[in-house]
């Protein structure tokens, strides 16, 4: 079972439109974060949200832990914003952190 | 800051080999994790472990082992590697209960024949 949902699986923009990526969870949990993977490159976490709204720059992750699901916003996209972003939440128990599948995204010129 | 190298960068092996691959932090996080990131699947949780010592099994542990001598490493030994195997594994660590905090290293790129 694929506890992480993520949608959509890619993602083609024109550099400067805004870009929507939705995660949604098959169990409640309270911890939720997003990470970004340059192609070749190493995770690194962009945004802790286990609820709520929280913006960083031109990022903004709104998390409605009562439906199970946490959005990231990207605005006014750059090319460099180019990448993978994946998203994440701790099962109960702690420590095991699931990941979904991730949403590759790519911005031209 | 802190840095969290996996060694080697690249490994290449042969069919029913035992391969290990190798984590550092020097963040004195508590917690150290490894992953296995194949296209399309996300990443995968293999071991991780709590503490110095500690070994505890992920979803994806059989076929793998793990120790944790020390604080500062954590080493994965894939026990029998499986021919055409390709896959990146990843390293991470954190602070106890503090998940916000989830450093990654670069990754082990394996490639069996």
């Known amino acids: 079972e694929q506890q992480v949902q993520q949608s959509p699986a890619s993602l083609v923009l024109q550099e400067a439109e805004n870009a929507e990526l939705q995660c949604s969870f098959s169990?409640?949990?309270?911890?939720v974060q997003w990470f970004y993977q340059r192609p070749g490159g190493r995770l690194v976490s962009l945004l802790y949200n286990p609820s709520g709204t929280k913006q960083s720059g031109r990022l903004t992750s709104t998390t409605v832990i009562k439906e199970r699901r946490s959005s990231l916003h990207i605005s006014s996209s750059q090319i460099t914003d180019s990448g993978t972003y994946l998203c994440a939440m701790e099962r109960t128990g702690g420590y095991k952190v699931v990941f979904g599948s991730g949403t590759r995204l790519l911005v031209s010129p | 800051g802190g840095i969290i190298t996996q060694t080697p960068k690249f490994l290449i092996g042969q069919e029913g080999q035992k391969l290990t691959l190798k984590c550092q932090q020097n963040?004195?996080?508590?917690?150290m994790y490894w992953y296995r990131q194949d296209s399309g699947k996300g990443l995968r949780l293999i071991y991780y472990?709590?503490?110095?010592?500690?070994?505890q099994k992920g979803d994806l542990s059989e076929g793998y082992d793990a120790s944790r001598e020390k604080k500062s490493s954590f080493s994965l030994t894939v026990t029998s590697a499986q021919k055409n195997e390709m896959a990146v594994f990843l390293c991470?660590?954190?602070?106890?209960?503090?998940?916000?905090?989830?450093?990654f290293g670069s990754g082990t790129r394996l490639l069996v024949i």
């Open positions: 472990s709590i503490t110095e010592n500690d070994l």
């Open positions: 169990i409640f949990t309270n911890q």
């Open positions: 991470a660590s954190s602070p106890q209960g503090a998940n916000s905090d989830y450093t």
């Open positions: 963040f004195n996080h508590d917690t």
